[in-house]
T-cell receptor, first 115, second 113 residues
Framework: DAGITQSPRHKVTETGTPVTLRCHQT?????MYWYRQDPGHGLRLIHY???????DKGEVSDGYSVSRSKTEDFLLTLESATSSQTSVYFC??????????????FGEGSRLTVL | KQEVTQIPAALSVPEGENLVLNCSFT??????LQWFRQDPGKGLTSLLL?????REQTSGRLNASLDKSSGRSTLYIAASQPGDSATYLC????????????FGTGTQLKVEL
């Protein structure tokens, strides 16, 4: 257990509404990531963070924004949710070593349904 | 662009059998490769991390090998058990720093009694 908590775990929302998913870690790791998992596409990186206020885009960042004001929290925001954003969202943290040698650990996921 | 392929997509074996899962990647300039397990409706559990300087890593009944030059990794599971039934994913860095991983779509393993 790498001390990762995602909230909410399940959410149903309507198209056009804003949604924020939260990832909380208890171990002060520098790198945090948001992935989405969809059938036929596997896991794809949305955004990642390499420190407080330091974030960068991943493969599928359109329609998503992130913020990291504290080391322990990494927020993923859908400004105006669309049905194509229905997915399971996973947060991950990089533990031990450095960016090139560390091991990635994942949270339990947040299942989002956009109607 | 780094692409990861896992074959087969699904595999069913009887309990007790030894098996091999395959992972191939297109860009051999990686510094590590990680194998994960995912149970239905759950997150990913890290199984093994192999650094580019290593050829193998072992954990219990699991053994992962890495051949960078050929762009291949294998996950060997000895004496399979029904509890090993899950989807197994491999992942390598996408490039550009930050240890951003790109994943294969996985091999769904079912171990039958």
């Amino acid at each position: 257990d790498a001390g990762i908590t995602q909230s909410p775990r399940h959410k149903v929302t309507e198209t056009g509404t804003p949604v924020t998913l939260r990832c909380h870690q208890t171990e002060n790791h520098r790198y945090m990531y948001w992935y989405r998992q969809d059938p036929g596409h596997g896991l794809r990186l949305i955004h990642y963070s390499y420190g407080v206020k330091d974030t960068d885009k991943g493969e599928v960042s359109d329609g998503y924004s992130v913020s990291r004001s504290k080391t322990e929290d990494f927020l993923l925001t859908l400004e105006s949710a669309t049905s194509s954003q229905t997915s399971v969202y996973f947060c991950a943290i990089l533990t031990s070593g450095g960016a090139s040698t560390g091991e990635l650990f994942f949270g339990e996921g947040s299942r989002l349904t956009v109607l | 662009k780094q692409e990861v392929t896992q074959i087969p997509a699904a595999l069913s074996v009887p309990e007790g059998e030894n098996l091999v899962l395959n992972c191939s990647f297109t860009d051999s300039a990686i510094y590590n490769l990680q194998w994960f397990r995912q149970d239905p409706g759950k997150g990913l559990t890290s199984l093994l991390l192999i650094q580019s300087s290593q050829r193998e890593q072992t954990s219990g009944r699991l053994n992962a090998s890495l051949d960078k030059s050929s762009g291949r990794s294998t996950l060997y599971i000895a004496a399979s058990q029904p509890g090993d039934s899950a989807t197994y994913l491999c992942a390598v860095p996408l490039g550009g720093g930050g240890n951003k991983l790109t994943f294969g779509t996985g091999t769904q393993l079912k171990v039958e009694l």
